[in-house]
């Protein structure tokens, strides 16, 4: 279903799209971090993955709750985004040998994924707010806090070492 289709006819009907989208996103992620790790070098970076593959497992079932609470079975639908910044990252990470440039270009990618991620939270909480989807919006908050304290680690990691090695 594309986004702009005659089945969205309503807030409602636009609010659970996104749900979908991001149910699939979030999925995707959880297919794409693992190679990510694997890749990784610098030690704090293939912490932050993993910590963010166990985070972004429970952002899964916290996106079921949110289709329980709109009385929907949990389902997605495509999303040629992240699909393209998943896409990209595979790409570029094939044409790097060396390891530090590697590592800054993973901090790069998992970035655009995380900036991806915070503007459909932050659609979806106002738009729950609007709603009066106030359990729902709550659980979206919680997975935006974690979307955005993954982006702050992943520029401190890029500023503080990566960055730095990778121009030495
Ligand atoms: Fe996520
Ligand atoms: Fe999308
Ligand atoms: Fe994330």
Redesign the pocket.
């Known amino acids: 279903m594309g986004l702009f289709t005659k089945d969205i006819k309503s807030m409602d009907d636009l609010f659970l799209h996104v749900v979908q989208d991001i149910y699939y996103t979030e999925q995707q992620?959880t297919k794409a971090l693992p190679e990510m790790i694997e890749k990784a070098t610098n030690r704090e970076l293939t912490a932050a993955f993993k910590s963010?593959l166990a985070e972004?497992k429970k952002q899964v079932s916290r996106l079921e709750q949110v289709f329980e609470l709109l009385g929907q079975s949990p389902k997605g639908t495509s999303c040629p985004a992240i699909d393209g910044i998943i896409a990209e990252a595979k790409e570029i990470a094939g044409e790097i040998d060396n390891k530090k440039v590697l590592d800054a270009a993973l901090i790069a990618a998992a970035q655009a994924?995380?900036h991806y991620?915070i503007t459909r939270y932050g659609s979806l909480i106002a738009w729950a707010d609007e709603l009066g989807h106030e359990a729902a919006a709550k659980l979206l908050k919680t997975t935006l806090d974690?979307?955005k304290a993954?982006d702050k680690m992943l520029s401190s990691i890029g500023e503080k070492k990566v960055n730095l090695k990778a121009a030495g």
């Open positions: 992620i963010h972004t994924v995380e991620e974690e979307e993954t």
